[in-house]
DNA sequence: AAGTGGTCTAGACCACAAT
DNA sequence: TTGTGGTCTAGACCACTTA
């Protein structure tokens, strides 16, 4: 008898489920870490389905960390799941739109001048470098502080713009595509004149998050974020 | 004619290069932000692959955030697509003896007196808490200071044990499986005795992050890390 | 009502790695 | 050499959404 997928019998048996029994096998010992769990094949058989199902759930574990998989080797419960947080990376102004506060952005500094020896290197050698400043506001309170250089020759248009109406932040999402980045947390005593136009007292601790994004081999963008002390970044586990 | 995969005609048509191809489309600007891209049957049949190959591509441009895919309404390209960083959350010990530095570690305090009220209320009602308190040593200079709360009825096991030989943070990955978490990055300033601990002057800023895990609807233990000004948490973007 | 993605299947061949 | 996962295919039915 062939079963109709969502018909008379009620557990039809997809991928997700497939997923959640071997999830269940797992949590509940059967299946101890550094073990080999039955091939693909096999699981087939006993769960009552195609091997295509039974692989597309163990991929599904496998990229979430829980098994590895090798060729002829077989798939191992993995002995220390790795914990990995992915935190969100929001434009500045809709995180504060997000939270139900009014934006406003205003430009401290912009120039062409010279790069200090430091952001030259890390550019790579290249040769137009635009430097900007600004505050984002949420509700007129302070909420972040960005010093960030450009690179002018890495992206088209950006030689135009000044960057007063709309945020260095957010022309770059909208216009400079890029295949790959960094960010890095630290922390580090507010000094003048940075604490004053955040409104915290000097020596105040500030969140810093560093970000650079490369488009290809090229240096897009290199920013510092500075937060002042109520500032928490979340992300689930 | 029947095209032998990885025979003679060397453009094979894996998911992977139907995926390239629809990146270099959507590079290229020859598909455009908000878009509504060729159906799965039509790239099927212009790429000379299969629907399925088709449909493995764009679940990953999918689950990558670059395109939004919904039934009847199609693929489409997204506006701005979401940036996220992937953060690793290693064990402390691991992410020391990474660096190459020898790996200590020291209990402060352990007991199982009345939690504050506070903790009480995000462990939802747990009856018997622990409280642990820990350095984390790098060659002898102190690393990180761990405080952590654990819920003795939801980790079977963790009654029975100090935490004197082995980190608290280290049982419990091997020791409580979770099912969920959340993580909290934020910044202090460091007040004795934690100032003294980590060997930095009072008022330095502290990197602070908070992690609570939960088993099911258990809250299975909530931690706080302090981490000197010279930390830097880096992650992919 | 109809179009599009989501998924399952049975079979097939291949790539890789362990033996 | 051989066992296992990786992937492709052609076809099918379903679920969801829009029209």
Redesign the pocket.
Known sequence: M?T????SEKN???????RDEALRRIGSGEWKPGDT??????L?QTL????????????AL?DAGLVR???????RVVEHPERRAQMRVPLIREEIEAGGATYRYAVREVGDGPAPAEEVSRFKGAQRLRFVSALHFANETPFVLEDRWINLDATPGAAEEDFAAVSANEWLVRNAPFTGGEIAVGVAAAQEPRASELRVAAGSPLLIVARETWAGDAVVTRARLFYPPSYQMRAPL
């Open positions: 062939i109709a997928p969502g018909a039809a048996v997809g991928w997700r489920s497939v769990i039955p091939h693909e094949a096999a087939a009552g389905c195609s091997r295509s199902t039974v692989n597309r759930a163990m991929r496998a998989r090798k060729r002829k080797a077989g798939t």
